[in-house]
């Protein structure tokens, strides 16, 4: 099975902060990585699909980056809106998904 | 608009089964996969199985094998999950999630949205 790793798995930041994500695939995935948010109570919304594709209806402020294993989320300008938990998903074994472990914005 | 609801929490004694629906609604239920995810207190999303809504066809996580079934009911829009032998730690949300897809220049690519709204599933003595 493929495993997901993120780091770091919490971080504080601030509202305007530059804030990135990193998701890490224990096998080459190719561009198979989707990125999700959620809000407690909430279930998870999807950001990024194909590694850097937007979402309909997701802000601009986020975009998404990497090939491979190694692979990238950013938010450019933190909103209060974003402090959330995200997650990594890899779609390259379908329909065996698999998620990272998450990591947790709050405000610093 | 696309949109899927579950059924209500629930609340079990373990060795005992629960079933969760999904019920789905504003498009074409035979057209797409229905994935099950569950989350624990406080942990990762957990992915258990898959049917295609079309030909029944399912996947489970190895993790539950034996124990998880995933059925559907095309006349009624709805995908069901049941997991049987319940101990302690099958305490989770369960969620069920669309698999959509994208054909594009460089892959076929699949994500899940939208999601249902979760069930809370708590087992207890």
């Known amino acids: 099975d493929i495993q997901m790793t993120q780091s770091p798995s919490s971080l504080s930041a601030s509202v305007g902060d530059r804030v990135t994500i990193t998701c890490r695939a224990s096998?080459?995935?190719?561009?198979?990585l989707n990125w999700y948010q959620q809000k407690p109570g909430k279930a998870p919304k999807l950001l990024i699909y194909?590694?850097?594709s937007l979402q309909s209806g997701v802000p601009s402020r986020f975009s998404g980056s990497g090939s491979g294993t190694d692979f990238t989320l950013t938010i450019s300008s933190l909103q209060p809106e974003d402090f959330a938990t995200y997650y990594c998903?890899?779609?390259?074994?379908?329909?065996?998904?698999?998620f990272g472990p998450g990591t947790k914005v709050d405000i610093k | 608009q696309v949109q899927l609801v579950q059924s209500g929490a629930e609340v079990k004694k373990p060795g005992a089964s629960v079933r969760v629906s999904c019920k789905a609604s504003?498009?074409?239920?035979?057209?797409?996969?229905i994935h099950w995810v569950r989350q624990a207190p406080g942990q990762r999303l957990e992915w258990l199985g898959w049917?295609?809504?079309?030909?029944?066809?399912?996947k489970h996580s190895q993790k539950f094998q034996g124990r998880v079934t995933i059925t559907r009911d095309t006349s009624a829009g709805t995908a069901y999950m049941e997991l049987s032998s319940l101990r302690s730690e099958d305490t989770a949300v369960y969620y069920c999630?669309?698999?959509?897809?994208?054909?594009?220049?460089?892959?076929?690519?699949?994500?899940?949205?939208?999601w249902g709204q979760g069930t809370l599933v708590t087992v207890s003595s």
């Open positions: 504003g498009y074409t239920f035979t057209t797409y996969a």
């Open positions: 999630a669309r698999e959509d897809v994208i054909t594009m220049a460089r892959g076929v690519f699949n994500w899940f949205d939208p």
């Open positions: 194909a590694a850097s």
């Open positions: 998903q890899q779609s390259y074994s379908n329909p065996l998904f698999t």
């Open positions: 049917i295609n809504a079309g030909n029944g066809h399912t």
């Open positions: 096998h080459s995935i190719s561009s198979y």
